[in-house]
């Protein structure tokens, strides 16, 4: 039984903190909700459209890629804008210049004074290392208007073996060159 309780414990933790999962943002229940598969967090909802600049600040990244149709071309792709669900994919070069990848999805407001269709965006954190995945909007009455995707935060790069050889031999010559300098006849 002990045994068993700690399988248990481990499928968990495996399910919480392992792979990807789609995760579903919004606010109280009877408000609008957003599904995106692969994602790690959701990070911000509101009211209204953010401009590039708001969307950036949100998660203090940079906007790299905005889309209002459904494209093919440039960092970000994707279908379903006019729809209440579709598809996103991006480059997978800008997991290499950023640590965090965001999305911004943006639907159309008929009622701002009815709940149901609030909050009108949505941030969602992508799982690291995500390049496609889908999207899904509930109540389905308004659609997507645009999306867009947001870096932040440097990937940490990892020396490579030659430079790391070079700063060796460098180490080793610097050596060398001090143990010559005190073999040298004295006068």
């Known amino acids: 039984m002990r045994i068993a309780n700690k399988l248990a414990g481990v499928a968990a933790v495996t399910l919480v ?13 009877g408000t609008r909700t957003v599904t995106v598969d692969p994602a790690a967090a959701c990070t911000a909802t509101g009211l209204g459209n953010l401009g590039d600049g708001d969307i950036a600040s949100t998660v203090g990244g940079t906007l790299l890629d905005r889309d209002t149709t459904n494209s093919n071309g440039g ?4 279908t379903g804008v006019s729809a209440s669900s579709g598809t996103w994919s991006l480059a997978s070069s800008l997991w290499d210049a950023y640590s965090s990848l965001y999305l911004y999805l943006h639907f159309g407001n008929g009622n701002p004074t009815d709940p149901t269709y609030n909050p009108d965006w949505f941030i969602v954190q992508l799982t690291s290392g995500a390049t496609s995945g889908t999207w899904s909007v509930n109540p389905t009455q308004l659609t997507l208007s645009n999306i867009a995707v947001v870096g932040s935060g440097p990937t940490q790069r990892v020396p490579e073996p030659a430079s790391m050889a070079l700063f060796g031999l460098g180490l080793g010559l610097l050596g060398f060159g001090l143990k010559r300098r005190g073999n040298a006849p004295k006068s």
């Open 75 to 78: 960092s970000l792709d994707i």
């Open 17 to 29: 903190a392992g792979s990807a999962h789609a995760l579903t943002c919004g606010g109280p229940t």
